[in-house]
């Protein structure tokens, strides 16, 4: 079985590549994992990662660049992709995230689209907070959202489902009736949960989804990732039996 190896490149402009190569599955998320966090910590939020050499990449991979990905572009920075093999595209499309990626075909591609990229404003308007309530239905727990999930609020709702399943409760519903919006960013904080979820016998779920909310499940491909019901009780009965 092939190990993976990572080593950074720091180019002008602040960007720093991060060349993958070898196998990125569960075996070796934890180096990326901890690579990720090294960059992070040392400010380098401009990344490329350059997949030249990535011989194979699991969901439990994406999951982790997902993870961060989000983090990063919280504040300020991204994570691009660069010169990706057709295994790692397919991955990619099976699990409808090409939406979220910035993915170029060569490594200059990918450092010239950080001088492109408009910067952030800052800080959120006021009324664009997200409120989350738990309520407990037996083993199933139900996430009561109101207002906004964008690139403010996300890491609420990412402390939130990471806080459900270190506590063991990976049967989750995700009540939408008073989310009156949700960014792509947003969506891909349950992206990088849901496996985590099943993988302990459960499942992230939706229910009372607006129209804005559906229209966003919609044009990322995720109504084929996420189960989505009309109403909460029915959500929650759906776990009947798993």
């Known amino acids: 079985m092939k190990e993976l190896r990572l080593a950074t490149r720091d180019l002008d ?18 180096d990326l994992d901890r690579m990720l966090v090294g960059l992070a910590d040392r400010g380098k939020l401009r990344i490329v990662v350059n997949c030249e050499k990535l011989g194979s990449i699991s969901s439990e991979g994406m999951g982790v660049f997902l993870s961060h990905l989000i983090k990063i572009r919280k504040t300020g920075g991204d994570i691009k992709f660069c010169n990706m093999r057709d ?6 499309s099976y699990l409808n995230i090409t939406k979220l990626l910035a993915i170029k075909d060569t490594e200059r591609d990918a ?13 959120a308007k006021e009324g664009e907070k997200l409120s989350i309530t738990i309520e407990e239905r037996g083993p199933v727990s139900v996430l009561v959202l109101a207002g906004f999930i964008d690139r403010h609020t996300i890491e609420l709702v990412d402390k939130t489902l990471k806080g459900l399943l270190e506590k063991n409760r990976p049967r989750i519903v995700v009540d939408c009736a008073e989310l009156t919006y949700i960014s792509s960013n947003g969506m891909g904080v349950f ?12 499942d992230i779920r939706f229910c009372s989804m607006r129209d804005i909310a559906k229209t966003v499940i919609t044009m990322l491909g995720l109504h084929r990732l996420f189960e989505v019901f009309e109403h909460r009780d029915a959500a929650v009965e759906s776990y009947k039996g798993k």
Do not use: H, Q
């Not at 990125?24 to 998320?29: I, K, S």
């Not at 295994?87 to 990619?92: F, K, L, M, Q």
């Not at 992206?191 to 459960?202: D, L």
């Open 13 to 30: 402009g602040g960007v720093t590549v991060l060349d993958l190569d070898g196998a990125l599955d569960r075996r070796t998320v934890a």
């Open 87 to 92: 295994e790692a595209r397919t991955v990619v």
């Open 111 to 123: 450092v010239a689209d950080f001088k492109k990229a408009a910067p952030a404003k800052e800080g």
């Open 191 to 202: 992206i990088s949960y849901v496996n985590k979820a099943r993988n302990m016998g459960g």
